[in-house]
């Protein structure tokens, strides 16, 4: 989600006649756009900007900000963190970034700066505004892509006990329906073969609306979606068990484009500590889910994410996640140990786990998951499997990466298919999370 908020902010500055770079010595303006959801991604950000904001060489008017969850949470106690930063925006202010950092640097260059600034403007802006979830609609020019996210809706009303996310996001808002389809249509249009839609908790788009025919919003817009053409792949990420009904399960018995792959989190496999965390689901209705969609896509794949180390997570909790990993024979997980995050229940709990526990915990459920992975990733060999061709492999130029419908990487030769095209191939080889194929003539 924040890469696709990313790419709206840096559109509407291409629209405005900036031009992106890749090297900082160059930027007349340096955005980062930042993450809550662990203290880690924030200390990231803040030294970041630290060290940006001291190189001795780096034109004076420079305007540099912060975006996203950390200023939401944060506000203008950043600017006593960092000084020299100028901006400070919010979840709900994407579009305004522009604006404001466009009229800040403009009045920097008329007022002909030479010297290195100690201190930022300090700019604030995180307030609500009314629509703030439509302003998410713009997409930077194709460069050869075949992929795409769509956001069409924003915010969370979950009140996870661990989780940062609400106060930052704020509640839910969803796209029109109408915009959403037309935003596609123009993707499509300009090459887009897949779309993954995005949502904090994207099963509960248009959860205000009535169910017609048995099928939610959520459901009625997958359904929407299938009927583009040109549209050949449909992803949605990453959706929550309330609100996960037979409609949505149904739908992977009579939409083909919907992808054979769903990211599932999972959090724990223990009812206790499912409980503490405030996420109201039983473990034995999150795996029954799990069933009843392999039931329906017998080649689904499942990814999910797990807390380890939540706070009062004994060993027979831990046994019982463990557990639940086993009985789903998940594709891949990712394992993250209980980060405490401010102003949150699960902060203030006791029985707070040692990080040596944590850590034990994390190594050995990896293993784990690893395991399983592998071992489903090599069942494939030998097998045709359907790969979109995305582009060159980040680890060999020579080479061309493609995905399957499970969202499996697939490595071929680089000279076997064009980027965009829809290919079978014959899985050669296996080195655990990577797959080798050749294409079938």
Not at 59 to 87: H, L, N, T
Not at 125 to 133: A, I, L, M, R, V
Not at 136 to 142: E, T
Request: proline share 5%.
């Amino acid at each position: 989600m924040n890469e696709r908020d990313s790419e709206q902010v840096a559109s509407m500055f291409l629209a405005g006649g900036y031009e992106l770079t890749q090297d900082e010595a160059e930027a007349d303006i340096i955005l980062i756009n930042t993450c809550s959801v662990r203290e880690k991604a924030e200390l990231k950000a803040l030294g970041k900007m630290g060290l940006l904001c001291a190189r001795p060489t780096a034109k004076p008017w420079v305007v540099y900000g912060f975006m996203g969850c950390m200023s939401q949470s944060r506000g203008a106690s950043i600017f006593r963190e960092v000084p020299r930063v100028d901006v400070v925006t919010g979840t709900r202010q994407y579009h305004n970034v522009y604006r404001i950092c466009n009229r800040l640097l403009r009045s920097r260059l008329e007022q002909g700066i030479t010297e290195p600034l100690r201190k930022g403007a300090h700019i604030c802006s995180t307030e609500h505004e009314d629509g703030f979830q439509n302003a998410i609609r713009d997409h930077l020019p194709s460069t050869g892509s075949c992929t795409a996210f769509v956001s069409i809706m924003q915010g969370c009303e979950m009140r996870c006990s661990y989780c940062i996310v609400p106060s930052t996001r704020g509640e839910e808002c969803s796209r029109p329906a109408a915009d959403i389809m037309q935003e596609v249509r123009e993707l499509v249009q300009n090459g887009i073969k897949e779309v993954t839609l995005l949502g904090q908790i994207v099963n509960r788009y248009g959860k205000d609306e009535p169910a017609v025919n048995g099928r939610s919003a959520f459901v009625r817009l997958l359904e929407d979606l299938h009927e583009i053409d040109g549209l050949e792949r449909i992803r949605f990420t990453s959706p929550h068990p309330i609100g996960f009904r037979q409609d949505l399960v149904n739908a992977y018995t009579y939409l083909p484009k919907l992808c054979s792959h769903i990211h599932f989190p999972m959090q724990s496999g223990s009812d206790r500590i499912l409980q503490l965390m405030r996420r109201p689901y039983k473990n034995e209705k999150y795996l029954k889910l799990c069933e009843d969609m392999r039931a329906a896509r017998p080649d689904l794949a499942i990814t999910t994410d797990i807390i380890v180390g939540f706070p009062g997570e004994t060993d027979e909790d831990y046994a019982q996640t463990k557990a639940a990993v086993e009985r789903i024979q998940f594709d891949n997980a990712f394992i993250f140990q209980y980060s405490p995050r401010r102003d949150t229940v699960a902060a203030a709990m006791e029985n707070q786990i040692c990080l040596r526990v944590k850590e034990e915990r994390n190594h050995d459920l990896l293993e784990v998951v690893n395991r399983i992975a592998t071992a489903r990733n090599h069942a494939l060999v030998g097998s045709q499997q359907t790969i979109l061709v995305e582009g060159p492999s980040k680890n060999n130029p020579e080479r061309l990466q493609g995905r399957t419908s499970q969202n499996k990487p697939v490595i071929i030769p680089g000279d076997s298919a064009e980027i965009g095209s829809i290919i079978p191939v014959r899985i050669t080889e296996c080195t655990g999370f990577t797959l080798y194929g050749e294409v079938k003539k």
